[in-house]
């Protein structure tokens, strides 16, 4: 079966012209990787002989290691066995450990040992987590016990159902060669992380480890999850809690997301690829004329010239500084790919300083690392490195100069174009943090922070990356990459961004109609709707898939697709304020139902997903269907549309141009309807909100609460002026500021510049 795919992909690559080095590169990479890469050969870990208090942290003295174990009151574990590659992580304070009989206590937390492992339990005794010892030899493995119904999820991008459990997976970042559909592993990004739920409680296991790993979650032995690496560390963290407390925790070891511009929410257009400036005008003239809203429109591959990253194609983009211009004019912004592979040509630039100073990923002999990519053979700046990075930085001045506002990094795992073998960079090569082999899942990572490092100097970035790895969310939003175009891989689609939320990852998308194939009306429009909470709201597609922009499906869609586009535009400031207040918690904003509802019923729900605390999209994702069940999580919730109150499980009818939406009881929604209005959504005990708006790059706050009986208190920033109320879900006749009562219409009223207390009068 392998070889029949080898011989597949071989034969597939006849047609592209660059055969000859495909397999100039194979056999080298072959040749190289024969003498260099070694396997681990390690010692096992033997016994266990003590355990021993030294400074904060414990050591369990075993034959050959020792393990050391590092703890917070707030439940958050470190266990070291081994060293290795230092990798991009933070160095966390730890508290004072107690030990007594080779039990360590922290918190209302105890660890305790013994020939089967470690066990991790709370003050009643409950077992939130055991680990086996770990097994030492080629591989270093370490077993999870599964429980009972447990259900795991994360590994990073992960093609899967909700539940990973029952299936092995890879750990490997991997171009999915054009095109993916469910169950395709692995795929671009790939995170040894995992979340565990079982018996109402939850960890998080997360391993400093950049090599390539497989999973087995339950699959050969239903009791136990293994995982297996291929290279070191062996140095993981258990984090418990509940779980959005996790990801908090979890953020401050591996990064909070950053703060993206307003504009990235927005909706995004692209396709591989807009070949001229002239073409690139008349879409966007095209938005204006119909009246759709649009943020960005891309540049793929073509825009460059022989595909060398930092260049444009004279002939066809030869007033870019123009074109940016004419975007900018109508509120366009305008995002070029850029490409990790740099065209070996002596005479180009970036080639010829790279070489230089030695800014290039070598073999371990001190021979650059050649590859074929798009340009066809091509070098690797060593991203690890610090000169690295702020030399490749600095190369964005160049686009920023010619108007280009956000960075699309593809390739970066990085994807290389093979006769046979892995389609990445040779196991052998070197970089300044250790082998390719035992880095590899890093090379997006560092790409991205090359880029973030500089731009954030001067704004806020819009980084676009296939690529990465944990904590990703600081540099750069991800996508799922290469997805065909189909009613399960659009669901798919909602359960991998799932897996990557659970993964810590915030900023995340699709391409919208899926990559490769062209969708019929009735798909994009349901991709779309799907989509309408996905951080990133994006239309991309493949070179021979047929045009896509709004207007292709013809003029009976082109009214619903507008209302799609305008409704996600009106909700951006809500967006935006999820995405700054997950900056600040370190919680992703894409959540499954199973957060919010310990009802065994609802940890499989696979079909809808919460935005943030208080949205609850549930799309509908069968062809030729235009009702479904929507199951809600405890508490009452208001239908967007209609304002009816509903729990518990509920079936609703979704025409073509509805996307089912509900509102939790209690919030209160920014939206942007030509002026910003919070809408409150009534609850018995009140209704309260912190929301972060965009004032102009900076971020003004606005804390508003309204108790039971009506009173409402607002702080705001000095940038923002007057606010907006609508009330749902309860009659307000009039509001009383100051002693002075006046009577309101529709619910709806203004609160003014410097008036920071008011009384609803209800009916
Ligand atoms: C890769 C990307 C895709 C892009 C294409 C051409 O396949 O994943 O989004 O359009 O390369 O650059």
């Known amino acids: 079966m392998q070889l029949l795919e080898e011989i597949d992909g071989f034969l597939k690559t006849f047609g592209d012209g660059m055969l000859k080095d495909r397999i100039s590169y194979s056999l080298t990479r072959d040749r190289?990787?024969?003498?260099y890469y070694k396997k681990l050969n390690m010692k096992k870990i033997g016994r266990f002989l003590s355990a021993e208090k030294s400074n904060k942290y414990v050591y369990f003295h075993f034959e050959n290691y020792d393990l050391k174990v590092e703890a917070r009151g707030d439940g958050v574990f470190k266990f070291s066995w081994t060293d290795g590659p230092k990798l991009p992580v933070e160095n966390i304070e730890f508290d004072d450990l107690q030990l007594h009989d080779n039990t360590v206590s922290v918190g209302n937390y105890s660890i305790s040992l013994d020939e089967n492992g470690l066990y991790l339990k709370d003050q009643d005794g409950k077992l939130i987590y055991q680990g086996y010892i770990p097994d030492f030899n080629?591989?270093?493995?370490?077993?999870?016990?599964?429980?009972?119904?447990?259900?795991?999820?994360?590994?990073?991008?992960?093609?899967g159902p909700i539940n990973l459990r029952g299936h092995v997976y890879r750990l490997w970042n991997h171009d999915a060669k054009g095109s993916y559909g469910p169950d395709s592993d692995p795929l671009y990004l790939n995170i040894p992380v995992l979340l565990h739920l079982h018996d109402d409680v939850s960890y998080l296991i997360f391993f400093e480890n950049a090599g390539d790993a497989t999973v087995d979650i339950g699959f050969s032995r239903e009791d136990k999850v293994t995982f297996y690496f291929k290279s070191k560390p062996m140095v993981y963290y258990v984090i418990t809690g509940d779980i959005k407390s996790i990801y908090s925790k979890f953020s401050e070891i591996t990064g909070k997301?950053?703060?993206?511009?307003?504009?990235?929410?927005g909706f995004q257009q692209s396709r591989y690829s807009y070949m001229s400036s002239a073409e690139v005008r008349s879409i966007v003239d095209r938005f204006n004329e119909l009246g759709i809203p649009l943020s960005a429109i891309y540049l793929d591959i073509d825009y460059m010239d022989e595909f060398k990253v930092f260049t444009f194609n004279s002939d066809r983009f030869w007033d870019v500084k123009d074109l940016?211009?004419?975007?900018?004019?109508?509120?366009?912004?305008?995002?070029?790919?850029?490409?990790?592979?740099?065209?070996?040509?002596?005479?180009?630039?970036?080639?010829?300083?790279?070489?230089?100073?030695?800014?290039?990923?070598?073999?371990?002999?001190?021979?650059?690392?050649?590859?074929?990519?798009?340009?066809?053979?091509?070098?690797?700046p060593d991203f690890s490195r610090n000169d690295v990075r702020e030399w490749w930085g600095k190369k964005y001045d160049f686009m920023k100069?010619?108007?280009?506002?956000?960075?699309?990094?593809?390739?970066?795992?990085?994807?290389?174009?093979?006769?046979?073998?892995?389609?990445?960079?040779?196991?052998?090569?070197?970089?300044?943090?250790?082998s390719h082999s035992?880095?590899?899942?890093?090379?997006?990572?560092?790409m991205d922070k090359a880029a973030y490092d500089h731009l954030s100097k001067t704004e806020r970035p819009f980084i676009l990356s296939r690529s990465g790895w944990a904590g990703i969310s600081r540099y750069a939003w991800i996508w799922t990459g290469d997805t065909e175009t189909s009613w399960k891989e659009m669901k798919q689609n909602l359960l991998t961004i799932l897996h990557m939320s659970a993964s810590g990852i915030s900023l995340t998308g699709c391409d919208i109609g899926g990559f490769v194939g062209s969708p019929d009306a009735e798909l994009f429009i349901r991709w779309l709707q799907s989509a309408i909470f996905y951080p990133l709201f994006r239309v991309h597609s493949n070179k021979k898939s047929k045009r896509r922009e709004?207007?292709?499906?013809?003029?009976?869609?082109?009214g619903i697709i507008r209302d799609i586009i305008k409704l996600r535009h009106s909700f951006l400031p809500q967006i935006y304020s999820e995405a700054i207040s997950s900056s600040i918690t370190g919680i992703p904003m894409i959540r499954p139902v199973y957060w919010y509802s310990s009802n065994p019923d609802m940890l499989l729900v696979d079909d809808e997903y919460l935005f943030g605390d208080s949205i609850l999209v549930a799309p509908i994702f069968s062809e030729h269907s235009t009702s479904r069940i929507v199951k809600l999580p405890?508490?009452?919730?208001?239908?967007?549309?209609?304002?009816?109150?509903?729990?518990?499980?509920?079936?609703?009818?979704?025409?073509?141009?509805?996307?089912?939406?509900?509102?939790?009881?209690?919030?209160?929604?920014?939206?942007?309807?030509?002026?910003?209005?919070?809408?409150?959504?009534?609850s018995e005990e009140g209704e309260s909100a912190k929301i972060y708006i965009d004032a102009g790059g900076e971020d003004s706050e606005l804390d508003i609460s309204v108790s039971k009986d009506g009173k409402i208190n607002i702080h705001r920033g000095s940038s923002i002026k007057a606010v907006t109320i609508k009330f749902h879900g309860v009659y307000v006749k009039g509001i009383t500021i100051n002693g002075n009562t006046k009577y309101i219409e529709d619910n709806l009223f203004e609160i003014e510049e410097g008036v920071n207390e008011l009384q609803l009068i209800f009916q």
């Open 138 to 159: 080629e591989v270093l493995s370490q077993s999870l016990r599964i429980f009972g119904d447990d259900l795991f999820s994360g590994l990073g991008e992960k093609a």
């Open 32 to 35: 190289y990787d024969s003498i």
């Open 401 to 434: 100069k010619n108007g280009v506002s956000g960075f699309w990094h593809d390739m970066n795992e990085p994807a290389i174009f093979v006769a046979w073998g892995d389609n990445s960079m040779a196991l052998s090569a070197a970089q300044s943090n250790g």
């Open 550 to 558: 709004p207007w292709e499906f013809g003029e009976k869609y082109l």
């Open 324 to 380: 940016t211009k004419y975007l900018g004019e109508r509120g366009v912004r305008l995002i070029t790919i850029m490409e990790p592979n740099v065209k070996m040509e002596p005479g180009y630039t970036i080639y010829d300083e790279a070489v230089k100073n030695g800014y290039f990923i070598k073999y371990p002999d001190g021979n650059i690392f050649y590859a074929p990519v798009w340009p066809l053979m091509a070098a690797f």
């Open 257 to 265: 997301p950053y703060r993206p511009p307003y504009w990235a929410f």
């Open 634 to 682: 405890p508490g009452l919730w208001y239908n967007l549309y209609s304002d009816e109150k509903v729990f518990g499980e509920i079936k609703v009818e979704a025409p073509l141009n509805m996307i089912p939406i509900y509102i939790r009881s209690g919030s209160i929604i920014a939206r942007d309807e030509g002026k910003l209005i919070l809408h409150v959504f009534h």
């Open 438 to 446: 035992e880095v590899h899942n890093l090379f997006g990572y560092y």
